[in-house]
């Protein structure tokens, strides 16, 4: 991927988390919230974000994905905005903020399919509640650009143990350029 390619994700991932703020929804979500939902404990505050659908332009489907499907993808490894796969950890909080065509109906069904299935693991110790927010706004693209238009899409922050691969990899990075002392 290019860098062009990496800032289109992360625009889409910066807009989702702040378009509560900006346009009006059904079941709004304020960032003070992210925080309050999100980290258990202080020391515990590191996130994982996904974004789905990913889809881009050249390869754009003509029938549009449903709140299940897209719901199902941002779990996904591909999804995810950081290196790990989710599926090794466990989730401690999960707020998943969807945009456009999406009905609180269609959320709660997706939810409650993703609980009733055990695709997802959460700690013993906190309660596998969902933090879900609703924004009416479809998300926009850049006009030519290499992500398709989409309908709907959703956008995940988790607070997963998942992370720790992210951290052991960079530890072993820096004690090999250490270790040559880079």
Avoid at 101 to 111: H, I, T
Avoid at 115 to 126: L, M, N, P, S, Y
């Amino acid at each position: 991927p290019t860098y062009t390619n990496l800032n289109s994700l992360i625009s889409q991932v910066i807009s989702s988390l702040t378009a509560s703020l900006r346009f009006d929804g059904a079941l709004n979500v304020d960032v003070t919230e992210f925080q309050t939902n999100l980290v258990p404990y202080p020391r515990i505050h590191f996130m994982l974000s996904s974004y789905a659908p990913i889809i881009s332009a050249e390869k754009a489907y003509h029938e549009q994905l449903s709140v299940a499907e897209i719901t199902n993808s941002v779990f996904e490894p591909a999804s995810m905005m950081v290196k790990c796969d989710p599926r090794h950890g466990k989730y401690m909080a999960c707020c998943l903020m969807y945009r456009g065509d999406v009905v609180p109906k269609d959320v709660n069904a997706a939810v409650a399919t993703i609980k009733t299935k055990r695709t997802i693991q959460f700690v013993d110790w906190c309660p596998t509640g969902f933090k879900c927010g609703i924004n009416y706004q479809p998300p926009t693209v850049v006009p030519g650009g290499d992500l398709a238009k989409v309908m709907r899409a959703v956008c995940m922050i988790s607070n997963s143990t998942a992370i720790a691969e992210v951290f052991s990899r960079l530890d072993h990075k820096f004690d090999l350029m250490y270790a040559k002392r880079a």
